[in-house]
């Protein structure tokens, strides 16, 4: 079967959780042997630290059949010179084929929904142009995949219009490069810190994990994720003053050790769509503090700590259940963790796949 896949999401971002999904998806779909892969693939996505690990062909690379023309191709229907071939399409991030590629090609589309953080937290002209491209594409889409539950609620929620759409909910998995590494057990002792990974949009509430950890005076706090704003950095500095550290363009074997001698994740986000960090935490031993909100607690089942709301008191009883169930969580936390593969997930995709080139 011949599948396109338009690799947009890597030139969107440097890194994140959709660019996780997409890297661990290509590594597995680049050695399938009954597939014939050509890719889309925009010229800036060479600052994405998960696109410069993935080697693909040249001659699997359609972009002189493409016509982009500038900035704003990321929202314009991708129009092919493919005539007369039978394919399947599916783009990481909201692209969909023009009604001139469908007509001279027999097409199934796939298209992939992450979250809604854009309908829950944009407004004006960033929020409009972002949910009619979404819309856009699940209309156009045979099979609609949802990486949650929750996922699948919200799209049902912003779009009831396609109830009646082929919706399947494929879980993401966590890397096998997070793992235990028990000479690093016993380092958190010494110097403890807290974890806070990903992206601090103001959903996230970064400054709530800071307020929490100043509190504490025992602990520090180490920042994964992009360069800080002066505002974080006058907040850091006024805060907790020596006791934090950034840490940028972090590879998996580095983050395993991280997660291997936290004391734990801190991850308050008001909304995910699925919530990667929390399984890379439970696969490595760290347990973790999270709100009980969107899809954490589909993820988390009873591993891990939840809490009910974003109260520096509601954290505080969270450290005194650490440390009095740490090894208790710990265990639910692998036990959680093993539920969840990327291999499960790419053999998903890749059975929908399958079962459009049959139709």
């Known amino acids: 079967m011949r599948v396109i896949i338009d690799l947009i999401a890597f030139s969107l971002q440097k890194s994140g959780g959709i660019s996780v999904y997409w890297h661990e998806f290509m590594n597995r779909i680049l050695v399938q042997s009954?597939?014939?892969?050509?890719?889309?693939?925009?010229?800036?996505?060479?600052?994405?630290?998960?696109?410069?690990?993935?080697?693909?062909?040249?001659?699997?690379?359609?972009?002189?059949?493409?016509?982009?023309?500038?900035?704003?191709?990321r929202y314009r229907d991708i129009d092919l010179k493919i005539r007369g071939?039978?394919?399947?399409?599916?783009?990481?991030?909201?692209?969909?084929?023009?009604?001139?590629?469908k007509k001279r090609n027999n097409v199934?589309?796939?298209?992939?929904?992450?979250?809604?953080?854009?309908?829950?937290?944009?407004?004006?002209?960033?929020?409009?142009?972002?949910?009619?491209?979404?819309?856009?594409?699940?209309?156009?889409?045979?099979?609609v995949i949802c990486i949650s539950e929750n996922t699948k609620r919200d799209l049902l929620h912003f779009?009831?219009?396609?109830?009646?759409?082929?919706?399947?909910?494929?879980?993401?998995?966590?890397?096998?490069?997070?793992?235990?590494?028990?000479e690093l057990k016993?380092?958190?002792?010494?110097?403890?810190?807290?974890l806070f990974v990903g992206s601090r949009a103001g959903y996230k509430n970064f400054d709530f994990s800071v307020k929490c950890i100043a509190q504490t005076e025992k602990f520090s706090l180490k920042i994964v994720g992009y360069s800080?704003?002066?505002?974080?950095?006058?907040?850091?500095?006024?805060?907790?003053?020596?006791?934090?550290?950034i840490l940028t363009n972090m590879q998996n074997k580095s983050l395993n050790k991280l997660y291997n001698s936290a004391y734990a994740l801190i991850y308050p986000s008001s909304y995910e769509g699925f919530g990667i960090p929390i399984l890379e935490a439970m696969k490595t031993?760290?347990?973790?503090?999270?709100?009980?909100a969107s899809s954490i607690?589909?993820?988390?089942?009873?591993?891990?700590?939840?809490?009910?709301?974003?109260?520096?008191?509601?954290?505080?009883?969270?450290?005194?259940?650490?440390?009095?169930?740490?090894?208790?969580l710990i265990q639910k936390g692998f036990n959680r963790a093993n539920e969840f593969s990327w291999d499960k997930s790419y053999t998903a995709i890749y059975n929908i796949y399958k079962e459009l080139s049959n139709l």
């Open 85 to 101: 071939s039978t394919f399947i399409f599916h783009s990481t991030y909201y692209r969909t084929l023009s009604k001139v590629v």
């Open 285 to 292: 031993g760290c347990p973790f503090i999270a709100l009980n």
């Open 186 to 194: 016993n380092t958190q002792v010494m110097s403890p810190y807290f």
């Open 228 to 245: 800080l704003s002066t505002k974080e950095l006058e907040m850091l500095n006024a805060l907790m003053p020596g006791r934090w550290e």
């Open 108 to 143: 199934k589309e796939i298209v992939t929904v992450h979250d809604f953080t854009y309908e829950y937290f944009s407004s004006g002209l960033k929020k409009i142009v972002h949910c009619h491209q979404k819309k856009k594409a699940i209309e156009s889409a045979d099979i």
């Open 34 to 73: 009954d597939v014939d892969l050509l890719f889309i693939d925009e010229n800036s996505h060479n600052e994405n630290i998960f696109r410069t690990d993935l080697e693909i062909e040249g001659k699997r690379i359609l972009n002189n059949e493409v016509a982009l023309v500038n900035l704003l191709s």
């Open 159 to 182: 779009y009831p219009e396609f109830s009646c759409k082929d919706i399947r909910v494929v879980y993401n998995g966590v890397s096998t490069d997070y793992f235990v590494l028990p």
């Open 297 to 328: 607690p589909e993820v988390a089942d009873s591993a891990g700590v939840l809490i009910e709301r974003l109260e520096i008191a509601l954290f505080n009883e969270a450290l005194i259940t650490i440390d009095s169930d740490r090894e208790e």
